[in-house]
């Protein structure tokens, strides 16, 4: 059974500061890895879709990396802003079904 | 990306009634759509997952005569709860995807289930 482990669980950061979020997975046979972003009480939304095949993806200030071998992602967020507050969740896919992390839940201080 | 709508996003319902939550892919079609219940700083927990056409898959642990999913069409699946108790409030999330099974998933905006 594939388990998701996110660390750390929060994060207090100044805004500016570059934030490095991980997440690792026990079984490597993945097809690919997604990170979303939850706002509180809302759904998710789609930051990056990294491929198995891939070793990293980009968008804007978003950087997320993989190690399938190792069993491991990272996130990056550039100059972080306060609008970037929220939980941030890591889910690989398998078979057919999506496996979450438990999120890291981030607070970027004006 | 792709849109997928969750309607209601709030629902208060009485002990005992049902309650029924939508979830539609706008411009895609979603060849399977998967059921998500969220506690409280807790990580999402898969309920089912359902293919357009046949009778959804139930997790371990899930009563399906209780938490009934209906898969209508490629754009359109349903969860009502029956007979819903105080134990059941929680935060419900669709989420559809297309073939091929690597592809990006997306969700809906959430549903805030409170029994009374």
């Known amino acids: 059974k594939q388990e998701v482990t996110q660390i750390p669980a929060a994060l207090s950061v100044p805004e500016g500061e570059n934030l490095v979020l991980n997440c690792s997975f026990t079984?490597?046979?993945?097809?690919?890895l997604q990170w979303f972003r939850q706002d509180p009480g809302k759904g998710l939304t789609s930051l990056l879709l990294?491929?198995?095949?891939?070793r990293e993806q980009t968008s804007g200030r978003l950087n997320a990396s993989l190690d399938k071998s190792s069993g491991r992602s990272t996130l990056y967020i550039a100059a972080s802003q306060p609008g970037d507050s929220a939980t941030y969740l890591c889910?690989?896919?398998?078979?057919?079904?999506?496996?979450f992390g438990a999120g890291t839940t981030v607070t970027v201080r004006a | 990306g792709a849109v997928v709508s969750q309607h209601p996003s709030r629902v208060i319902c009485k002990s005992g009634t049902s309650v029924k939550i939508e979830c539609r892919s706008l411009?895609?079609?979603?060849?399977?759509m998967f059921w998500y219940r969220q506690f409280p700083k807790k990580s999402l927990m898969l309920m089912a997952t359902s293919n357009e056409g046949s009778k959804a898959t139930y997790e371990q642990g899930v009563e399906k005569d209780k938490f009934l999913i209906n898969h209508a069409s490629l754009t359109l699946s349903t969860l009502t709860v029956t007979s819903a108790h105080p134990e059941d409030s929680s935060f419900y999330i669709c989420?559809?995807?297309?073939?091929?099974?690597?592809?990006?998933?997306?969700f809906g905006q959430g549903t805030r289930l409170t029994v009374v």
């Open positions: 989420s559809a995807r297309d073939l091929p099974v690597n592809t990006e998933a997306f």
């Open positions: 411009d895609f079609q979603a060849t399977t």
């Open positions: 079984d490597s046979a993945i097809y690919n």
């Open positions: 889910a690989v896919i398998g078979d057919y079904k999506l496996s």
């Open positions: 990294i491929q198995s095949s891939q």
